[in-house]
């Protein structure tokens, strides 16, 4: 998806760019703050503009994705088959324009073509245990490291809830850095501490097996601790767990990383790293932007904070998390799972009439509910809520909802659209955050702005 590079952006480039966006978000907040499953008991379809609902009203789903989701490319145009509003226009390409750019600067073929749950550039060893999604992103957000930390001289990486150790194992055993894991959950530690000695002999066994092929295990194991990392108790409560080898280093220099730093720990982290004249370097993904504190954990930087319009409410940050590419790619295949989304906001006004006060309950997932009748999913949904599944049910009213699907799909693709300018905007103010703690830096460009 095309977007902004953060890097290409000076100082005052980031703040204009917060600027805008905390101008633009507050104008579709209706589409941002609505849950789809209130589709049909809040009338979403109606907030719409009434031009916007022409254009996109009967659209298909490939059609969505290519004529809302998707950019062209080079050379490419994209055929409207009617003349859209100037404002929904206008609200596309704001969304392009004021984004951070989401796609890899360098796509080679996919590392999972000849198998897709196999990453073929992830050795064998490191994919045991670890899901399809998981290899990638331990083995992407590995290499990072291992080049940060050749750049910078760091000597110990932090991996702050490390979890079950997979990306510490990678870091350690694959990458051979010296790693410590901070884990909270005790029980994660053990099950890290033992995938690790499986790992280990493992590894041995090939060496012996193959030892003209397989190198000779050199590299030491990551030191895992059970430990809570305090937000506030900065600096020395992180450095505490490492090693004592690394503690006695004489110039320790420390990378921090986390990957799903989930809510406000990826804020600690940050923290942390503002505060240790000793971290170097810093490494993060973020995750569960909705279970961020407001404020503390959002916003953090004095700019954004002094900004008119740079409240993003709980459905804003839950709607960033969702990846807009991989909805667009469902829309482009069509098929029966885009009818999830209708189906839960009929539930929802069944569940309404049979109990008023009973708004947007948890409904445990229903395997396959696409491939139900829809009066067989209601009566599932119905009994997770633990309401009678009995209940007689309005079917001429639900298939006229089932009759709206596509509105429905075009109505989450809108919020899809706008998702990425709520990450942009959180992943901003922490750029910004970090780049105040540098006086020098920050009066600087302040001058040249």
Same mark, same amino acid.
């Given at each position: ?116 749950? $196999? ?36 000597? $110990? ?105 989930? @809510? ?21 993904? @973020? ?21 008119? @319009? ?75 809520? @633990? ?63």
């Amino acid at each position: 998806m095309p977007g902004l590079a953060a890097r290409n952006l000076s100082l005052g480039g980031r703040k204009q760019l917060a600027v805008d966006l905390t101008r633009v978000l507050p104008l579709y907040g209706f589409i941002l703050d609505a849950y789809i499953i209130e589709f049909f008991t809040d009338c979403l379809w109606e907030k719409l503009p009434s031009s916007w609902q022409e254009v996109l009203d009967g659209l298909t789903p490939p059609q969505i994705s290519t004529m809302l989701l998707e950019m062209p490319s080079a050379g490419e145009e994209i055929r409207y088959r009617s003349v859209w509003p100037l404002t929904l226009l206008a609200l596309k390409a704001t969304a392009r324009a004021l984004a951070f750019t989401r796609t890899p600067e360098c796509l080679g073929p996919s590392e999972f073509q000849e198998n897709p749950s $196999q990453s073929s550039r992830l050795a064998a060893q490191f994919r045991k245990h670890v899901k399809p999604k998981k290899q990638h992103e331990i083995r992407r957000l590995g290499e990072l490291v291992k080049k940060l930390s050749d750049l910078t001289g760091c000597n $110990q990486v932090v991996d702050v809830g490390s979890g079950q150790g997979h990306l510490t194992r990678f870091l350690a055993l694959g990458l051979g850095l010296s790693v410590t894991g901070i884990e909270m959950d005790r029980r994660l530690v053990e099950r890290a501490q033992h995938l690790d000695q499986e790992l280990l002999s493992t590894l041995k066994k090939e060496e012996r097996r193959k030892p003209r092929i397989i190198p000779a295990i050199s590299h030491r194991p990551p030191n895992h601790v059970v430990s809570w990392v305090d937000p506030a108790a900065l600096s020395q409560d992180l450095l505490s767990p490492l090693t004592s080898e690394a503690a006695q280093a004489p110039a320790r220099r420390l990378l921090l990383t986390g990957l799903h730093a989930c @809510g406000d720990l990826s804020v600690t982290i940050l923290q942390h790293f503002a505060c240790c004249p000793e971290a170097v370097a810093l490494a993060s993904v @973020g995750c569960c932007y909705m279970k961020l504190t407001t404020p503390g954990g959002y916003p953090l930087s004095r700019w954004v904070s002094g900004l008119q @319009g740079h409240s993003l409410p709980y459905k804003f940050r839950e709607g960033a998390c969702h990846a807009l590419e991989e909805y667009a790619e469902r829309l482009r295949g069509g098929g029966p799972t885009l009818r999830t989304h209708c189906y839960r906001a009929a539930l929802e006004t069944v569940i309404r009439d049979a109990q008023p006060g009973l708004c947007r309950p948890g409904v445990q997932s229903i395997p396959r509910a696409h491939e139900l009748p829809l009066e067989e999913y209601i009566r599932r949904g119905l009994q997770r809520v @633990g309401l009678d599944p009995g209940l007689p049910l309005d079917l001429a009213f639900l298939h006229s909802c089932m009759a709206q699907e596509h509105r429905v799909v075009a109505f989450f693709s809108l919020a899809l659209l706008l998702a990425p300018l709520v990450e942009t905007l959180i992943l901003l103010d922490r750029l910004l955050f970090l780049q105040e703690q540098d006086d020098v830096i920050y009066r600087d460009d302040e001058g040249l702005a």
